[in-house]
């Protein structure tokens, strides 16, 4: 019913930039909280950023300086700009939102994206 879509990521050098996007579809009555969250080979999932509908944000401390999370809510889409890329970022980087679907208003729900592949090397 509900499908998270995630794009942007890829193979940049180190110093380089990348915009990720992910689009929230299907039958969504609202959305809260979005966010970015990524998981590197041999390590557990963990938090990158989190944004709320009314657009307070959320930070892993040591990558608020270098990337930037925000959304747009007419288009149910999450954004996240990093710059100023190191290798120890490179990781699978999947969106997540908490969602009321249409015929359950009475509850919010988790989902997650498939996950997008960012690769930081020269």
């Known amino acids: 019913q509900v499908q998270l879509v995630e794009s942007g990521g890829g193979l940049v050098q180190p110093g380089g930039s990348l915009r990720l996007s992910c689009a929230a579809s299907?039958?969504?009555?609202?959305?809260?909280?979005m966010g970015w969250y990524r998981q590197a080979p041999g390590k557990q999932r963990e938090l990158v950023a989190t944004?709320?509908?009314?657009?307070?944000?959320n930070y892993e401390d040591s990558l608020k300086d270098r990337f930037t999370i925000s959304r747009d809510n007419a288009k149910n889409t999450v954004y996240l700009q990093m710059s100023s890329l190191k290798p120890e970022v490179t990781a699978v980087y999947y969106c997540?939102?908490?969602?009321?679907?249409?015929?359950?208003?009475?509850?919010?729900?988790?989902?997650w994206g498939q996950g997008t592949q960012v690769t930081v090397s020269s």
């Open positions: 944004i709320t509908d009314g657009g307070t944000t």
């Open positions: 997540n939102a908490k969602i009321r679907v249409r015929l359950r208003r009475e509850r919010w729900e988790d989902y």
């Open positions: 299907g039958s969504i009555f609202s959305i809260d909280n």
